[in-house]
């Protein structure tokens, strides 16, 4: 039976379909494949058949026979096809562009799903001690988290001081936040701080917040990356370079290609792709690149609503709150552009603006804003225009803004309203691969604070293995026009060891400061930190740094105008999981604790590398697992004994930002021997001989009379059985105490 197509239609007579073997571009690519030639020659494949040959058939003519629809290829463009009927193959030659087009993502990631951290939470800590003549102070910061709690995290900040005159404690924030990985977005109840515009001030506040979070998700990609293409005449290999920097590689098949999402660094420059076949022919594809935090990719969209009570004197007064107000921001990006909108609303006023931001010539993005605002001030209204560009050896940025005397946004208020005029503007360049030269200029024009106005420049060397030599110099152009200059001279030393030497030239102020120092390694150990100064200034300060798993502690002490002062720091955290404390370093993320039920210390890994070892008690604490990834955690039992099996099973865990998870891998003493059994001629028992120990369950003997009896204990009577025959054999202890030991031969003596 025959059916016309819906794409095209034929009345010529055709063959019923036949099986055959297919190759494109002499590899086979089906040996059973369903062909149909025409009476008068012309060839179509089955539908099936079509996503291994990759054929382009938009256009292709189509039949269908008993409901399957078969193309025509004979005529496609650039596309050979010859049937051989000695081996009943058909054969298709087609060049790139006869090939469908095929994308590959070479910079995305897959989504990966967050795993519930377990219910605990911890404690840090950073605590100071000061003492100079008779007077001393002491201060605490402490930051209590509790995770686990309906998918979020509760979070207080406390700030302890004391001094001879004064004992205080303030809360600084108190928070619940949840993170939505579905919606990309991030609630927050309590104290936070708004998402502000390219405009807008950012303040903190109390009350609830929801925002998009793209940190939450890594495999969406927020910003517009490059996406090149070409063509491949064969498979081929594709090397993407950026700057000319290798930055990624990957293979294609025959025909057009699309690489998405190309990664590349922030700012502008210049990417090429690379294209090699087998045979060694190169195509080169050159473009340049523009990528900022400040865009979206198309279709991409941003938004954050935050409603509550403003804060005042933050980190200095206890849980004071202003003026109720509610904001919102939303951002889109669309193809040659991102808009964005900002609006907010106080009792003291309301603020409305719109911006946008564009890459011109893929050279220099252009963000544009105004606002307009309604307050007890009257109306006001602001206009600001900014421009950047960052390359490899040239950057450059300025911002121009303008306001009104009456205008009004969140964080002005009395005694503090926004500049008539700001104008920054600053660039670096690197003539040279190792030298760079920086300017700077800045014009404040302040209503409420005198104006400031200055310039700068500074020229920085890279002398190797000698390290670096800064110069730089400033200038004030508004009422004050004092003039100051300095150079610094970095130079690295030894392991983690820098020394610096220092001067600064300011108005009948000039001092020189020389300094060595010391960073404790990753892994723990010792620091150090000598200073003094000269010229104008005489001081002198001396410090030593320990860095442990428990945290980390510094003892220093200075001498300022014939003073000595003494201080101590320590900074460390304390961890609380499944009913198991142990005190670590500062929290910042989420960690693992793993138990083995073992007195022998066991490295554990992370993603292959050694990041904790078990105590005595047979806990390790993991810190600084990598949020929203897959972290893959397993044991080492190269230390451990013979007569212990260890569970070397990978366990896989993917936190949140901050979250705790007890990991229990399980460890078992193994107990045994190898007993070797011959019968009364001495010969070794037959292999697949049954031996049992009691009650025990029975193990069949090797070869040469050797079987392992786990969990026996010698000594002990053991029988054997095999066919019809039977004995039995006293199997005695080895002559001292042997981990798995091998002991005999002993006779098992026939039973009737």
Not at 54 to 76: C, K, P, Q, S, W
Not at 355 to 382: D, M
Not at 464 to 470: A, I, L, T
Request: hydrophobic letters at 40%; proline letters at 5%; aromatic letters at 8%.
């Amino acid at each position: 039976m025959m059916m016309s197509s819906l794409h095209a239609q034929t009345n010529r007579p055709i063959n019923t379909p036949e099986v055959i073997a297919v190759t494109i571009n002499g590899e086979e690519v089906a040996d059973f494949a369903s062909v149909l030639r025409t009476n008068d020659g012309k060839i179509f494949l089955s539908e099936n058949l079509l996503p291994k040959v990759r054929l382009n058939i938009v256009n292709a003519e189509i039949f269908t026979v008993d409901g399957n629809e078969y193309y025509r290829i004979d005529n496609l463009p650039n596309t050979q096809v010859t049937f051989d009927d000695a081996t009943q193959t058909l054969h298709i030659v087609a060049s790139g562009p006869a090939f469908n087009a095929t994308t590959y993502s070479i910079g995305g990631q897959q989504r990966r799903n967050v795993q519930e951290p377990a219910i605990g939470g911890y404690l840090n800590y950073d605590m100071t001690y000061s003492k100079a003549s008779n007077n001393y102070n002491f201060g605490a910061l402490l930051d209590a988290n509790v995770f686990g709690i309906s998918g979020g995290e509760f979070e207080i900040r406390e700030i302890y001081r004391q001094t001879s005159v004064i004992n205080s404690l303030y809360r600084l924030d108190t928070k619940y936040v949840k993170d939505f990985p579905d919606s990309v977005a991030t609630l927050t109840l309590g104290d936070s701080s708004t998402v502000s515009s390219n405009w807008s001030n950012q303040v903190y506040f109390g009350g609830i917040q929801y925002n998009t979070n793209f940190s939450i998700r890594p495999d969406i990609i927020s910003t517009p990356l490059p996406t090149l293409s070409g063509v491949a005449q064969a498979p081929s290999t594709v090397n993407i370079y950026v700057d000319s920097v290798l930055r990624s590689s990957t293979n294609v098949n025959t025909g057009p290609f699309a690489l998405s999402n190309v990664p590349v660094f922030t700012g502008q420059g210049n990417v090429q792709m690379v294209v090699q076949d087998a045979l060694g022919r190169q195509q080169v594809i050159s473009q340049p690149f523009i990528n900022s935090a400040l865009m979206l990719r198309e279709g991409t969209h941003a938004e954050s609503v935050e409603a509550g009570l403003l804060r005042e004197n933050y980190g200095l007064a206890n849980s004071r709150y202003a003026q109720a107000f509610a904001s919102g921001t939303y951002r889109e990006g669309f193809k040659y552009a991102t808009v964005e909108t900002h609006a907010e609303v106080a009792v003291r006023g309301q603020d409305l603006g719109v911006g946008s931001t564009f890459p011109l010539l893929n050279s220099v993005i252009l963000t544009t804003s105004v606002a307009g605002s309604t307050s007890e001030y009257g109306s006001g209204g602001l206009a600001q225009v900014q421009l950047s560009h960052q390359s490899r050896y040239f950057s450059v940025s300025a911002s121009d803004t303008v306001a009104t005397k009456n205008y009004w946004q969140l964080g002005y208020g009395n005694g503090n309203r926004p500049a008539s005029h700001e104008f920054i503007a600053q660039g670096s360049l690197s003539p040279w691969s190792r030298v760079s030269l920086s300017l700077s200029y800045l014009n404040d024009a302040n209503r409420d604070l005198p104006n400031i106005k200055t310039v700068a420049a500074g020229l920085t060397f890279d002398l190797r293995h000698y390290g670096s030599v800064s110069f730089s110099v400033s200038k004030g152009l508004s009422s004050i026009r004092t003039t100051t200059a300095g150079a610094l001279w970095v130079i690295p030393f030894g392991h983690q060891s820098v020394a610096t030497g220092q001067i600064d030239f300011a108005p009948h102020n000039t001092v020189a400061n020389f300094e060595v120092s010391k960073t404790p390694d990753l892994e723990g150990g010792w620091g150090y930190r000598a200073r003094t100064t000269a010229l104008n200034d005489d001081s002198q300060d001396v410090g030593v740094t320990y860095l442990s798993k428990f945290g980390q502690f510094e003892l220093d002490a200075n001498h300022i105008a014939g003073q000595v002062n003494e201080q101590v720091d320590a900074t460390g955290g304390i961890a609380v999981l499944g009913g198991i404390v142990r005190p670590t370093r500062w929290i910042d993320s989420s960690f693992a604790m793993v138990e083995v039920p073992l007195k022998q210390t066991v490295d554990v890994y992370s993603n292959n590398r050694v990041i904790g070892h078990t105590d005595g008690s047979g806990i390790a604490l993991l810190p600084n697992l990598v949020a929203y990834e897959n972290n893959s955690i397993h044991l080492d039992d190269s230390e451990i004994p013979l007569d212990v099996t260890l569970d070397l099973a990978e366990r896989t865990v993917t936190p949140p930002k901050k979250g705790g998870y007890l990991l229990k891998f399980e460890a078992k003493k193994v107990s045994g021997a190898t007993i070797i059994l011959v019968d009364e001629r001495h010969q070794p028992l037959p292999a697949g001989a049954v031996v049992r120990v009691g009650d025990q369950a029975s193990e069949q003997i090797a070869l040469n009379g050797e079987v392992f009896m786990p969990d026996i204990v010698l000594p002990a009577t053991v029988t054997a059985t095999w066919g019809a025959m039977r004995c039995t054999a006293k199997a005695l202890a080895p002559a001292s105490q042997i981990v798995l030991p091998t002991v005999g031969p002993f006779v098992c003596v026939a039973q009737k």
